[in-house]
């Protein structure tokens, strides 16, 4: 219903889609990302396109997997964008100004882990970046492979080789550690 009020202009409709999904939506892109600053901006674009895509929905029943499909593609976005960043750690001002706040970029020796979820959040961010999407979709957002499949515009069996060598690859390092 509220996807048919948003498609005829209804801004309260519109905002009521964002109040529902907006926390979901940052988990997922939060888990994606790894970062939080990187999961707003991912949050912000996806409700973006949302208002200025919401008429194109066909079927609103697949609202929550529409939605999802573009705020992955947005932290797909965002990953091609970071991976292209360069800093030059010579410059001394590198060193007086920046203070790395991401545990995933920080050495091992310094992590200490509170809990299994802190562990295991660790490992799933040192993923190749399809194989995390794919193991936060099935096992944080709870899609089906087929549903990530759909939403990755992948074949099937290539979702499932994904989680696999996620799987494959988490059950190592944990057993190292």
């Known amino acids: 219903q509220l996807v048919l009020e948003a498609k005829n202009g209804n801004e309260s409709a519109l905002e ?7 926390k979901s939506l940052f988990y997922t892109a939060y888990k994606i990302t790894g970062n939080k600053d990187d999961a707003q901006d991912a949050l912000q674009d996806t409700f973006l396109q949302i208002s200025r895509s919401i008429c194109d929905i066909q079927r609103p029943e697949f609202l929550k997997l529409w939605m999802n ?3 992955a593609g947005k932290c797909r976005d965002i990953f091609r964008r970071n991976k292209t960043v360069t800093v030059d750690m010579d410059t001394p001002q590198f060193y007086n100004q ?5 545990i995933e970029h920080l050495p091992e020796k310094e992590l200490r882990f509170q809990t299994d979820k802190e562990l295991i959040d660790y490992y799933i961010m040192q993923l190749p970046y399809l194989q995390r999407e794919a193991i936060i979709m099935m096992y944080f957002q709870n899609f089906s492979l087929q549903q990530i499949a759909d939403l990755s515009n992948e074949p099937l069996g290539t979702i499932k080789s ?3 060598l996620a799987k494959k690859a988490l059950r190592q390092h944990l057993a190292a550690y």
Do not use: D
């Not at 009521?16 to 907006?22: C, M, N, P, S």
């Not at 920046?98 to 991401?102: G, S, T």
């Open 16 to 22: 009521e889609i964002y109040h529902r999904y907006e």
């Open 69 to 71: 499909r573009i705020i």
């Open 98 to 102: 920046y203070v790395e706040e991401r």
């Open 162 to 164: 994904r989680i696999h």
